[in-house]
């Protein structure tokens, strides 16, 4: 991988169509490049910076800020102890209804939640024409962020009929799990995805920067007899997250 990056980085420097005057950037871009061609598989080490120094012949500093522009990105993140390493992106097929445990499980991540409200309260003019309740009906709402591992990757508010599930605290992480014990796990569902720009508290709480790129997906599921079970705003990482959809003709 270090020859590939040294080989793009010497095309790049004598390349006039990207000619860059700043030796950071032009790594930078040289690293951007080898990520999006796959000569560098995610979850992989880049070269050490003393290393990328020596084969580049550039300074420590100027290999320093490349690598940092590219850990704000989300397309490196850093391990304290372990070294630099090719952000690994979570792909989420759009054509199985799963839960966010189930997608993290099958990837060998662990998930887990920290709640911020687990209660029960009346329905909300919003959430009674989302779910289809009348007035003074009573809901339960999970609002919690998500991680994979030790890394936030969501934020999710979800809200449901309390004549489904009686008791917030019957959710410890998946709220399927919990609907599929009371047989009532959803068998369809309607979502609307938007980019969006996260705002100051939705980045604090997912560990990246103001204005970061991300991902709002609205969704409605249904059990078979039509009835709204869950209704769920969620704001997931754009630089971790890839939505994919398979499309047929008729």
Same mark, same amino acid.
């Given at each position: ?50 290393? @990328?120094?020596? #084969? %580049? ?6 290999? /320093?800020? &490349?690598?940092?522009? $590219?850990?704000?990105?989300? +397309? ?98 998946? @709220?399927?799990? #919990? %609907? ?6 959803? /068998?369809? &569902?309607?979502?609307? $995805?938007?980019?969006?720009? +996260? ?52």
């Amino acid at each position: 991988m270090e020859a590939a990056l040294a080989n793009e980085y010497r095309r790049i420097c004598r390349d006039p169509a990207t000619h860059q005057p700043l030796a950071y950037l032009r790594l930078r871009r040289a690293i951007r490049n080898i990520v999006e061609h796959r000569d560098i598989e995610p979850g992989q080490a880049l070269p050490s910076e003393r290393d @990328l120094s020596q #084969a %580049l012949k550039l300074s420590r500093v100027t290999v /320093r800020k &490349a690598i940092a522009g $590219l850990v704000e990105e989300g +397309l490196l993140t850093q391990r304290h102890g372990a070294g630099t390493f090719i952000a690994e992106r979570i792909v989420k097929p759009m054509s199985r209804l799963t839960s966010f445990t189930e997608d993290l499980r099958e990837r060998g991540l662990s998930p887990r939640s920290e709640f911020f409200e687990r209660g029960i309260g009346e329905v909300t003019p919003e959430e009674s024409m989302a779910l289809n309740l009348s007035p003074g009906s009573l809901v339960v709402r999970l609002h919690r962020v998500r991680y994979g591992q030790d890394e936030p990757l969501a934020i999710e508010r979800s809200v449901v009929p309390a004549s489904v599930l009686p008791d917030p605290l019957l959710v410890h992480d998946s @709220l399927y799990e #919990a %609907l599929e014990k009371l047989n009532a796990r959803p /068998r369809r &569902a309607l979502q609307r $995805l938007r980019a969006v720009s +996260l705002n100051a508290q939705q980045a604090r709480l997912l560990h990246v920067n103001v204005g970061s790129a991300g991902l709002s997906i609205e969704r409605r599921s249904f059990l078979d007899d039509g009835r709204v079970v869950e209704f769920t705003c969620s704001w997931y990482r754009g630089d971790i997250y890839d939505f994919v959809a398979e499309l047929q003709t008729d």
